[in-house]
C-alpha cells in the first residue's frame, strides 16, 4: 500500500478517536503523520511535575461532615423525663390546699347561680338580714373528711345543702343542727331552689333552722 493511501486511512478515523475501543482500532502504521483535532470537550491542563492521579483526587474529594452522635440508652431524654416528673405538681392529698375564708357563714354544696339568688334571697331576709360579703359558698372537698374541712377553714358557720359526699353524710345529722368542735353546722340534704310550693313544711323547716343557727352563733 502507498504512504498516499496510508494518509487517507488517518484522514477516514481522525474525528472518530473518541469512539475507538482498543481491540477495533484501525493498524495504522507509525510512520503515518497524524495529528487529532482537538475535541470541543474541556481539556484538563495537568503541569508536567504534578501526578494525574493526584488531580483527579483532589476534583472528586468531598469532605464529609460527621453527624452528631445521639447518645444511645436512656440518656438525655430519660434525664428530661426525670426532670418533668420531679417539677410536676402532685396529686396527693397533701398538695390540697383548704380555701380561704373570711367571712362568718359558709354554704358547702355544689350551688349554681339559681340556687345562688334563692340563698341571698333568703339569708338576706329579717330577722338573719346578712350582706353578701358575710357568707360565701365552698364545693365539698373528698380530699378531707368533713371534719378537717371545717376546723380547717375559718368560718363560725357551715350550712350544708343537697348532694354532699358519701363519707361527710355520716357524719352530718339531717335536719338538725350540730357541733364540730366550736363550729355550728346544719346539713340540709335538699336545694332550695329544688322546693317546691306543696313542700311548705321544708321550706319552713329550713328557714326556721337558719334564724336558729344564726342566733345560735352571736
Request: aromatic letters at 8%; a negative charge; proline letters at 10%.
Amino acid at each position: 500500500m502507498k504512504a498516499s493511501d496510508r494518509m487517507d486511512l488517518a484522514e477516514l478515523y481522525k474525528f472518530d478517536e473518541i469512539y475507538w475501543i482498543p481491540v477495533d482500532r484501525p493498524n495504522i502504521p507509525s510512520e503515518a503523520s497524524f495529528t487529532p483535532t482537538e475535541s470541543p470537550a474541556t481539556t484538563l491542563e495537568v503541569e508536567p511535575s504534578t501526578p494525574v492521579a493526584v488531580i483527579v483526587e483532589e476534583k472528586v474529594s468531598i469532605p464529609v461532615q460527621e453527624k452528631p452522635i445521639t447518645p444511645s440508652g436512656p440518656g438525655l431524654q430519660a434525664s428530661l423525663v426525670e426532670d418533668l416528673k420531679a417539677t410536676a405538681p402532685s396529686n396527693s392529698q397533701d398538695s390540697q390546699i383548704l380555701p380561704q375564708v373570711t367571712c362568718r357563714l359558709v354554704v358547702v354544696g355544689k350551688i349554681n347561680p339559681t340556687e345562688k339568688e334563692r340563698l341571698q334571697l333568703v339569708l338576706s331576709a329579717a330577722p338573719v338580714s346578712l350582706q353578701p360579703s358575710d357568707w360565701q359558698v365552698l364545693e365539698p372537698m373528698d380530699s378531707f373528711t368533713v371534719s378537717e374541712f371545717v376546723e380547717g377553714t375559718q368560718a363560725q358557720i357551715y350550712v350544708f345543702l343537697g348532694d354532699q359526699i358519701p363519707a361527710w353524710k355520716v357524719q352530718l345529722p339531717e335536719g338538725k343542727i350540730s357541733q364540730i368542735g366550736n363550729k355550728a353546722i346544719y346539713y340540709f340534704p335538699r336545694y332550695i331552689s329544688s322546693l317546691k310550693d306543696s313542700e311548705k313544711p321544708l321550706k319552713l323547716a329550713f328557714w326556721n333552722s337558719v334564724k336558729e343557727i344564726i342566733n345560735y352563733n352571736l
